[in-house]
C-alpha cells in the first residue's frame, strides 16, 4: 500500500574534488572526545570531504551559553592552542573531525525533489559533552557534490538570521539547533546581489531529518533505511527497541515530538517558512532556519517566506504540514514496517497530541493554571479572532494581557486600547475575567506564570534587520547587543536601552522580504 504516490528520480550527485590537504590540522586541545558515530552508518550516507576554506576569516559572533553546552573553556574563541576562527571557519581541523557531507532527499512545497543533502552544510563530527553526544556541522563551508545549482555558501544575513534565532528559540525553551558562532569573510556570494560569506557553527544531538529516510526508501535501499532506522532507535529512542514493532514505535514518537513543537511555534507565533521534509528534524527540533519570522501583528494566514505564492506554510497552516510531512516519513518506513494501518495509526496519534500540547499553550497563554474547563478552547479561540481582525501585535497582546485585571470595572486599558472594536474586547474580557475568578491565587500571581511563557522579546525581522545592516558595515556591536537581550525574553529586563526591542515594529518592517534564497 503507499499512504501517497511520489516521482522516482535518479540519484545523481556531482563529484566534487577536494583534497584534504587543504586543511591543516591544528592541536586543539586533547579534552575533546570524537565519538562521530554517524560515521559507522557507511559510505551510503555521506562523502567524506575537507570544507572549502573561507579567506581571513574574522569573528562576527559566538555563543557562550552553547560553548558551555559543549564544555568548552571560557577562552575557547580566543585561546592561540584552539585556532577556534580558522577551524570553524573551514580553514583547519581539530584532530579527530571526520568532515562529511550528508545525503538526503525530500518532498519540497508538496513535491517530491529527488536528491538534496548537505549541499552547504558539512557534517563536522560528534563530541562527549557534559549535556550528552552533540553534532557540529558548519553551515556554508563550500560545495559538496549534494550543491545541485548552488554555490555551497551561505551569507552573512542568513548566517546571522540563523545564528540569531537558534539561541533565542533555545531561550524560548523551544527544541532547536543551536549555534555556536558565526565567522565571516570578505569573500564575495552572489545573491540577488554581491553579499559575502559567512560560516555558521551548528550544534544538536543530531541532524537526522525525515528526508534521510525518504532517501533510502525511495532509492530501494531496504538494507540502509534499516540501518538508518536502528541507527536512530539506538541513539535517540531507545525505549523503542523494546516494543513489539520499533519502527511504528518510532514514527509514533517522532509524530509525539512534531506535534509538540508544532505547538511551541504556534504559541510564539513562529513561521519556519520553509517545512519541507528535509528541513524536518526527526528529534523534533526546529532545524534549517531561513526565511522565518515571527508575527508582528497577528495574521493566521501571514506567509514569511516571499517565495512561498501559495502560502503553503502559512501561520495557521504549519500543524498541517507537519502532519502531511509525518505521512511522507511513514511512507519512507512502510519497507519496515509489516502493517501499513500501524504506520498510519502511529502518526494518527500526532492529532490528538497537537490538540492537547496547543490547548495547554494556549491555555497557559491566558494564565489558567487550574483544572481545565469545557470552555477554555473557545475562549482562547476567540481572544485570537478579535486579534486577527484588528491585526493586534501578536506578542505585544499577549505579553500585556498578564496587566489585566479581574476587579470589576477595571478599565484594563493597556490590553483593551490595542483592539479597534473595544465592544468586542469588553465582551471578551467579561468571559475571561469570569473565567480567570474561578482560578487559585491572585492576579499578581497569575501576571508572573503569565510572563513565563508570554515572551517580551522575540526576534522580529526589523531587530535582525537592523543588527543584520549594522554588521555588513563591520559593525557587531547591535548583532550583540540583540543577542544579549534575547537570551532573557521572558524577563522585564527594565532598562530604557532594552525597551525598543519590545516594541511595535516601525512601518518599514512589514516591506522587509526573505525568500529561500539565502
Ligand atoms: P533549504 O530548503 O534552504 O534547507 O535547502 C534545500 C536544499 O538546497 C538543501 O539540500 C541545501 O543543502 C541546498 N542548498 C541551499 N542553499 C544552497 C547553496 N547556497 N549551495 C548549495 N546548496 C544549497
Ligand atoms: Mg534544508
Redesign the pocket.
Known amino acids: 500500500m503507499t499512504i501517497f504516490q511520489f516521482d522516482r528520480m535518479p540519484i545523481a550527485a556531482a563529484p566534487v574534488a577536494r583534497e584534504a590537504k587543504e586543511v591543516q590540522d591544528v592541536h586543539g586541545p586533547a579534552s575533546l572526545a570524537w565519538r562521530n558515530r554517524f560515521v559507522s552508518l557507511g559510505d551510503d550516507f555521506y562523502t567524506r570531504l575537507a570544507p572549502q576554506p573561507m579567506p581571513e576569516p574574522h569573528w562576527v559572533a559566538w555563543s557562550a551559553d552553547c560553548a558551555a553546552l559543549l564544555g568548552l573553556p571560557a577562552d575557547w574563541a580566543q585561546h592561540p592552542d584552539w585556532q577556534a576562527l580558522d577551524v570553524l571557519s573551514g580553514n583547519a581541523a581539530w584532530p579527530g573531525m571526520q568532515p562529511l557531507a550528508s545525503v538526503y532527499s525530500g518532498h ?1 512545497f508538496g513535491v517530491w525533489a529527488g536528491l ?6 558539512l557534517w563536522l563530527g560528534e563530541l562527549d559533552t557534559p549535556s550528552g553526544p552533540m553534532e557540529l556541522q558548519l553551515k556554508g563551508a563550500g ?1 559538496t557534490p ?3 545549482m ?5 551569507v552573512l544575513r542568513s548566517s546571522i538570521r540563523e545564528f540569531l534565532s537558534s539561541e533565542a528559540m533555545h531561550h524560548l525553551g523551544i527544541p532547536t539547533t543551536r549555534a555556536l558562532c558565526v565567522t565571516g569573510s570578505a569573500l564575495p556570494v552572489r545573491r540577488e546581489q554581491v553579499e559575502t560569506a559567512a560560516v555558521v557553527t551548528r550544534v544538536a544531538p543530531s541532524f537526522i531529518r525525515f528526508g534521510h529516510f525518504e532517501h533510502f526508501s525511495h532509492h530501494d535501499q531496504p538494507a540502509a533505511l534499516r540501518r538508518l532506522a536502528d541507527f536512530v532507535i539506538e541513539h535517540h529512542f531507545p525505549a523503542c527497541r523494546d516494543t513489539a514493532q520499533p519502527c511504528v514505535a518510532l514514527l509514533e514518537q517522532v509524530a509525539l515530538r512534531t506535534a509538540e513543537l508544532m505547538a511551541d511555534w504556534q504559541a510564539v507565533g513562529f513561521c519556519h517558512g ?1 517545512m ?1 521534509t ?2 524536518m528534524s526527526v528529534l523534533g527540533l526546529t532545524i ?1 532556519y ?1 526565511p522565518f519570522g515571527f508575527l508582528d501583528r497577528f495574521d493566521p494566514g501571514h506567509i514569511c517566506n516571499h517565495s512561498d505564492h501559495q502560502g503553503r506554510y502559512a501561520w495557521a497552516r504549519q500543524p498541517n504540514a507537519a502532519f502531511w510531512n509525518l505521512h511522507a516519513l511513514a511512507q519512507a518506513l512502510l519497507p519496515l514496517i509489516a502493517d501499513p494501518d500501524l504506520a498510519l495509526a502511529a502518526i494518527e496519534a500526532y492529532k490528538s497530541a497537537f490538540a492537547a500540547a496547543m490547548l495547554a499553550r494556549w491555555s497557559a497563554k491566558l494564565g489558567l493554571a487550574g483544572a481545565a474547563q469545557p470552555d477554555d478552547r473557545t475562549l482562547s479561540d476567540d481572544l485570537l479572532r478579535l486579534m486577527a481582525i484588528d491585526h493586534c501585535d501578536f506578542s505585544i497582546t499577549f505579553r500585556r494581557l498578564a496587566l489585566f485585571s479581574t476587579e470589576p470595572g477595571a478599565p484594563n486599558a493597556p490590553v483593551r486600547d490595542l483592539f479597534m472594536s473595544r465592544e468586542a474586547f469588553d465582551a471578551w474580557a467579561l468571559r475571561y475575567a469570569a473565567r480567570l475568578r474561578r482560578e487559585p491565587g491572585a492576579d499578581a500571581d497569575r501576571a508572573l506564570r503569565m510572563n513565563r511563557v508570554n515572551p517580551k522579546f522575540v526576534l522580529r525581522n526589523h531587530l535582525a534587520e537592523v543588527a543584520i545592516r549594522d554588521a555588513q558595515a563591520g559593525d557587531f556591536t547591535e548583532l550583540h547587543r540583540l543577542q544579549t537581550v534575547l537570551q532573557h525574553p521572558f524577563d522585564e529586563q527594565g532598562a530604557a536601552e532594552t525597551e525598543r526591542y519590545a516594541g511595535f515594529p516601525p512601518d518599514w518592517a512589514q516591506t522587509i522580504e526573505v525568500s ?1 534564497s ?1
Open positions: 519540497q538534496l543533502g548537505d549541499g552547504r552544510a560545495l549534494y550543491s545541485r548552488g554555490d555551497g555558501r551561505a520553509v519541507n528535509d528541513n534549517d531561513g529561500c539565502s
